[in-house]
């Protein structure tokens, strides 16, 4: 199995979608599988089932909770005495943008929504992976070079204002008096 993932049918924007999960299996179709998973209690038997298929991917369809609740499940479930002895890692996780937030995927540049991701992953199993990272790595140095440019733009601007409220700050000398 290629591809594993969950669904969370409680984040924003799976709520009224209740077809959700046969939805992203459609598109996944037989290169892996899509379980809805209605709570924290119901993630650890779906990842013990992706670990024991071999999963390459897991995809966590419901926003930045979703791969929160994934991976620290997933690093509960590797611990396990079944896993533990096993030189089993954790597979490439992918967050989408379907939640309310979407701090993780926005940061490390995942762009489109959960249907793209998967078939982009069923598309091209093998590499999937390094065009992943490529873009990755192009979205990480863009979003440096913006953050540079905008911290140097950020500092003197600080820098200005405080010049500038500095001498505000100075009340003017009462006049002299002349004798």
Partial sequence: MEIGAITNPNSRKNRNRPDRASRLQRIVGDMGEVHQTTSVESIKPVLRDFLRKRA???VADGGDGALHWM???GMEVLQEDEFADQSVT???MLP?????????????GIEGDAEGILA???GSSSSTASSFRSARTASRRRRAASASASTRSTTRNK??????SSRSWRTPSP???SR
């Fill in 96 to 108: 989408t943008k379907g939640g309310t937030i979407d701090f993780v995927a926005n940061n490390v």
């Fill in 175 to 177: 006049p002299r008096r």
């Fill in 90 to 92: 954790l597979p490439t």
């Fill in 120 to 122: 982009t992953l069923r």
């Fill in 159 to 164: 820098i200005r204002t405080r010049a500038r």
């Fill in 71 to 73: 991976l620290r499940m």
């Fill in 56 to 58: 390459r991917y897991w």
